[in-house]
């Protein structure tokens, strides 16, 4: 039976680092979606407050707020906790995947000679 080599240091665990980064930015994503949407019943937004107060179709549409506001604004947490990571010393050094010689902008245009044949009638 092969053994795996083992370096010195790390765990043989599995590394939950980047899933509680994850979760933990849903989770400020979604309580300050629920702290906005306590703020737009409170405040009555185009009368979501009073939609709220129906008994019938209240619990309804709030939960229904709730879950969309969610998924929004805790996705938008966790998108916004990974772009702003620190980068690696070892990607600046590779220039940020451009070519060489390229530049970001494409070469002005320049406008071609035509001939035009006029017809007399």
């Known amino acids: 039976m092969m053994k795996t080599p083992h370096r010195k240091g790390v765990s043989k665990g599995i590394d939950w680092r980047l899933t509680r980064f994850l979760l933990s930015h849903l989770a400020l994503g979604a309580v300050s979606g629920w702290i906005f949407v306590g703020a ?3 405040f009555n937004v185009g ?3 009073d939609l709220i107060a129906d008994p019938v ?6 939960v229904m707020l709730l879950i969309v ?4 604004w805790g996705s938008a947490a966790m998108g916004t906790a990974v772009f702003l990571l620190p980068r690696d010393e070892e990607d ?3 220039g940020g995947g451009r070519r060489a ?4 902008l494409a070469p002005a245009l320049q406008p071609a000679p035509v001939s035009v044949k006029t017809r007399r009638r």
């Open 101 to 104: 010689g390229h530049s970001l």
């Open 40 to 42: 737009l019943f409170y």
């Open 92 to 94: 600046e050094d590779k």
């Open 69 to 72: 506001v969610t998924i929004t």
């Open 57 to 62: 179709s209240g619990p309804l549409a709030a």
């Open 47 to 49: 009368g979501l407050g």
